[in-house]
């Protein structure tokens, strides 16, 4: 099988390849990444060292590295021609994980997601449409539907209702994807999934960014009194989730992907902490999120009644893994904050968002 994953070098898009390569060693993919600021091709390091057989032949589509069963292109998925010179090369499935995915970021610059977040998915849509693949798995997200109150769940029938510039344009991105399949019957899926975290995650996103401030003994700004409620689920859960709804997914159907593990955000907060053993006083409570939704819950009933998933991996022993890959790879997210993303930084948690 030849799969085209899209944001190949991001968080979740490289827990993926590199569970995919381990699962399936026939498989074939190719990463097409932009590389802007959370695709980091060190992400993949391991599978460019021990992918040692290349192919003897001048690269094509600004290809960086290919082999028999792993290929990155740096490249955007806005990029029409380049798209369809992939797609028309024999691609069984699309995985479209491409995307501006901060919500913060999204209220500084709307702009900047929907040109990825839609017009993107757009190109990959009539790339596939054009040049027919067996399946397209749009990558979206329980932000989508809003935010609930203190009880309910998410279902794949609730109406989407996002409430902010980045869950908006993931919105219109899985109606544009829905629409292709009713008017062209393109064999898409959608899934939507929630918070997820684990190794490789860029420290913007609350899990890795209190890590490391925590293990740099800088405070974790903390949101409004950080009652918020996320569903936590370990990447490596999800990505064993798409790979089976690339293998027994039903077209045209949306799987919500949950990992049954509902925390407030003050309790992620001191969790981090005391597994550190580092002081609540670090905690810096700053001005909410304008529109913060309140709380995401996701029922994961379908994929586990029709496909056979649910989450293997416990929040407490998988914080404690996630923890521990953040000490060992220090090098990796201090060459993150000690760049471009330090401006970022700064802007986001400096001293005018104090409470």
Excluded at 177 to 206: C, D, M, W
Excluded at 263 to 291: A, F, S
């Amino acid at each position: 099988m030849r799969i085209l994953v899209t944001g190949g070098a991001g968080f979740i898009g490289s827990n993926f390849i590199r569970y995919m390569l381990a699962r399936h060693p026939d498989y074939q993919i190719i990463n097409l990444d932009k590389l802007t600021y959370s695709g980091n091709l060190e992400n993949l390091s391991d599978i460019h060292t021990r992918k040692s057989e290349v192919v003897n032949r001048k690269p094509t589509h600004n290809s960086q590295l290919t082999s028999l069963s792993y290929r990155f292109i740096k490249g955007d998925i806005c990029d029409t021609k380049l798209v369809n010179g992939l797609v028309k090369d024999g691609i069984d499935v699309i995985v479209n994980f491409a995307a501006e995915s901060h919500v913060d970021r999204s209220i500084m610059d709307a702009g900047v997601f929907i040109n990825t977040n839609v017009l993107g998915a757009h190109v990959l849509l009539e790339a596939a449409k054009k040049h027919p693949v067996k399946k397209f798995i749009q990558i979206s997200t329980d932000e989508v539907y809003g935010s609930l109150g203190s009880d309910g769940y998410f279902t794949e029938n609730t109406l989407i209702a996002p409430n902010s510039p980045y869950s908006a344009s993931k919105a219109s991105a899985d109606l544009l994807v829905r629409a292709y399949h009713h008017t062209y019957n393109l064999p898409v899926i959608i899934t939507r999934s929630s918070n997820n975290y684990g190794p490789y995650q860029f420290p913007e996103k609350v899990i890795p960014l209190f890590i490391t401030n925590a293990l740099a003994d800088v405070p974790l700004p903390l949101y409004g009194n950080g009652l918020n409620i996320r569903d936590w689920l370990y990447v490596e859960d999800h990505c064993r989730a798409i790979d089976l709804v690339i293998e027994k997914g039903k077209e045209g159907e949306v799987y919500n992907i949950g990992g049954n593990c509902e925390k407030t955000n003050l309790e992620i907060t001191k969790t981090i902490l005391k597994r550190l053993g580092k002081p609540e006083g670090l905690i810096k409570y700053v001005r909410d999120r304008p529109g913060h939704d309140r709380r995401y819950a996701i029922d994961s009933t379908k994929i586990q009644r029709e496909l056979g998933w649910s989450p293997r991996y416990t929040f407490e022993d998988r914080i404690d893994k996630t923890i521990e890959w953040y000490i060992e790879n220090e090098s990796w997210w201090k060459k993150i904050k000690s760049g471009e993303y330090q401006e970022y930084y700064d802007k986001m948690y400096g001293e005018s968002r104090e409470s």
